[in-house]
C-alpha cells in the first residue's frame, strides 16, 4: 500500500485505498455495506462471496449486521457504512449497544456529505460526531481513524468475535471517486451470502 496515495487533501483518507485496505487478509469476514458508495468501495475492494451489500435500504445497515452478528457469533462482522446512512439509523447504535455483539464492528467512512443526492452537508458536516454519539449510546469500544496506521490497527481488531461492539469514525476525503457497481440481483446475493455461511440453499 502507497502511503502517499493513502492521504488525500486536509489530511483525510482516500476512501477506496482506506477500505482496501480495511478488507485485506479478511479471512472469514463478513461485511455488509450500506448504501450508496460505501458499497462500490467494499465491491472495488474485491468481489467476496461474504459481502452483503444493501440498495435502497438507507439507516438499516447496522440493524442487519446486528441481526447477522447474532446469527453468527463465531464469524467476525463489519459494517461498512457512510455518515449520511448511519446518521438516519443512529437509533441503532442504543440497540447494539444493548444487545452487545462480542463480533460486530461498525465503520463509518465519514466525508460530511450526503454523497448519493448532490453532495449537501450532512449533520455531521455541521459537527456531529458519530463515535461520540455512539460512546454515549454504551458500546465501549470507539475511535476516529484519520490515517493508514489507524486502519490497520482495525483490521487486527476486526478479526476479534469477543471484544466488541465497536465502532470507528473514518475520516475520509470528499472528492469524486467513480461508481464500482457490485452485483444487484437480491436473490443472487442472498443465496450466496447463505452459501458461505454454510446455510442449504433452496
Not at 492521504?7 to 479478511?26: H, S
Amino acid at each position: 500500500m502507497d502511503g502517499g496515495k493513502v492521504m488525500a487533501q486536509n489530511f483525510t483518507l482516500d476512501r477506496r485505498d482506506a477500505v482496501k485496505a480495511l478488507l485485506a487478509d479478511r479471512g472469514d469476514l463478513l461485511a455488509v455495506s450500506g448504501l450508496g458508495s460505501s458499497s462500490y468501495d467494499v465491491f472495488a475492494a474485491g468481489e467476496h462471496p461474504g459481502n452483503f451489500y444493501l440498495w435502497g435500504a438507507m439507516g438499516g445497515a447496522a440493524m442487519v449486521g446486528l441481526g447477522i452478528a447474532l446469527a453468527q457469533p463465531k464469524r467476525p462482522v463489519a459494517v461498512i457504512t457512510g455518515d449520511g446512512e448511519q446518521l438516519m439509523g443512529v437509533g441503532s447504535l442504543l440497540t447494539i449497544a444493548a444487545k452487545k455483539p462480542g463480533n460486530l464492528t461498525i465503520v463509518v467512512l465519514d466525508n460530511g456529505h450526503f454523497g448519493e443526492t448532490g453532495m449537501q452537508l450532512s449533520h455531521s458536516g455541521l459537527g456531529a460526531r458519530l463515535e461520540v454519539i455512539a460512546s454515549g449510546a454504551g458500546i465501549a469500544s470507539v475511535r476516529e481513524i484519520t490515517d493508514i496506521e489507524g486502519i490497520i490497527s482495525l483490521r487486527a481488531e476486526m478479526q476479534s468475535i469477543d471484544a466488541g461492539p465497536r465502532l470507528a469514525r473514518v475520516r475520509i476525503a470528499s472528492d469524486h471517486v467513480d461508481r464500482a457497481l457490485p452485483p444487484r440481483d437480491g436473490v443472487f446475493l442472498k443465496n450466496r451470502f447463505r452459501q458461505n455461511l454454510g446455510i442449504a440453499v433452496t
